[in-house]
């Protein structure tokens, strides 16, 4: 079992930048492809990132492509998101998640453990 634990959420202007982080409680974090996640209110959970194992590769949807980066520090069990050039479609609750499996998906069905999510809410 891994514990994830989001933080760094919270209302900010649009354009701004914020940084999520989730902690992870597993020793073993570096074995565990890293993905970030949201759901807006009435929405379905839509993949935002992913990162490797190792933190070599990345994986992002299109709609943040330039403007988030997933980062990862194994010896810190901690995954990280830097968004900038938040936009009001940001908005939304942002969960973590961990993949054993080792490969960058954007489907829920692929990731094992989940965070309770941290609200970001983008006004104008």
């Known amino acids: 079992q891994v514990q994830l634990e989001e933080s760094g959420g919270g209302l900010v202007q649009a354009g701004d930048s914020l940084r999520l982080s989730c902690a992870a409680s597993?020793?073993?974090?570096?074995?565990?492809?890293m993905a970030w996640f949201r759901q807006a209110p009435g929405k379905e959970r839509e993949f935002v990132a992913a990162?490797?194992?190792?933190?070599?590769?990345?994986y992002y949807t299109d709609s943040v492509k330039g403007r988030f980066t997933i980062t990862r520090d194994n010896a810190k069990n901690t995954v990280w998101l830097q968004m900038n050039s938040l936009k009001l479609e940001d908005t939304a609750v942002y969960s973590c998640?961990?993949?054993?499996?080792?490969?960058?998906?954007?489907?829920?069905?692929?990731?094992?453990?989940w965070g309770q999510g941290t609200q970001v809410t983008v006004s104008s």
């Open positions: 998640a961990a993949d054993y499996r080792g490969t960058l998906s954007q489907s829920v069905e692929n990731y094992d453990y």
């Open positions: 597993a020793l073993t974090f570096s074995m565990y492809v």
């Open positions: 990162i490797s194992r190792s933190g070599a590769g990345t």
